[in-house]
């Protein structure tokens, strides 16, 4: 038998936790077995801790996406502080560990922001651009046309047309031979 080496993929969901969208997503990523980071806003934790919960028992990786979601590069490096930390820790109050991984908000960082945390910051390769368009055709193609092995894809889970494309892109994937993994199990 020919042994083929899976290729990996790091779907990463933005903005959450909520409840419109949130629990959606996650049963599509269980139908197809499928591992993802979810980089959570500190102020949407609190409403939406069953769905926090559900998503650390599923072996999903969760990281830090500030409090309030502001440009990090036009706040003082105090504020810089106050929006990664204040989130790390109402995550560990939820779910009993820190995260490892944060995004900026709009992947705006800079060497200033870098240095005011010990979290490695994570950006994409491939935008599905779900924040642009609801159309779940365009966002499938946007993936599907420019995944390849080890790209971190950005998807947003505060949008209709980012779950009605999530089947198909899943589908896609899995018979495109990929395996999903986590931000930090990827290696790079
Ligand atoms: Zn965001």
Redesign the pocket.
């Given at each position: 038998m020919v042994k083929v080496d899976k290729k990996s993929v790091a779907l990463t969901f933005?903005?959450g936790p909520n409840q419109t969208y949130s629990l959606e997503v996650l049963k599509l990523l269980e139908k197809y077995q499928a591992k993802a980071t979810f980089f959570y806003i500190g102020n949407q934790i609190e409403a939406n801790l069953d769905v926090v919960e559900q998503v650390v028992a599923k072996g999903h990786e969760i990281g830090n996406?500030t409090w309030s979601?502001p440009d990090l590069t036009k706040i003082s490096p105090e504020e810089v502080k106050q929006e990664i930390e204040s989130t790390s820790e109402i995550i560990k109050k939820a779910v009993g560990k820190v995260p490892v991984i944060f995004r900026p908000?709009y992947g705006e960082i800079n060497d200033q922001v870098e240095s005011m945390t010990e979290l490695s910051p994570v950006l994409w390769e491939v935008d599905s651009e779900d924040w642009r368009t609801q159309d779940p055709d365009e966002i499938y193609q946007l993936v599907t046309d420019n995944v390849e092995d080890g790209s971190i894809v950005l998807l947003h889970e505060i949008h209709q047309g980012t779950v009605d494309a999530l089947d198909r892109i899943l589908k896609f994937l899995v018979e495109a031979n990929y395996q999903f993994v986590t931000v930090s199990e990827l290696n790079r």
């Open positions: 933005d903005d996406h979601h908000p």
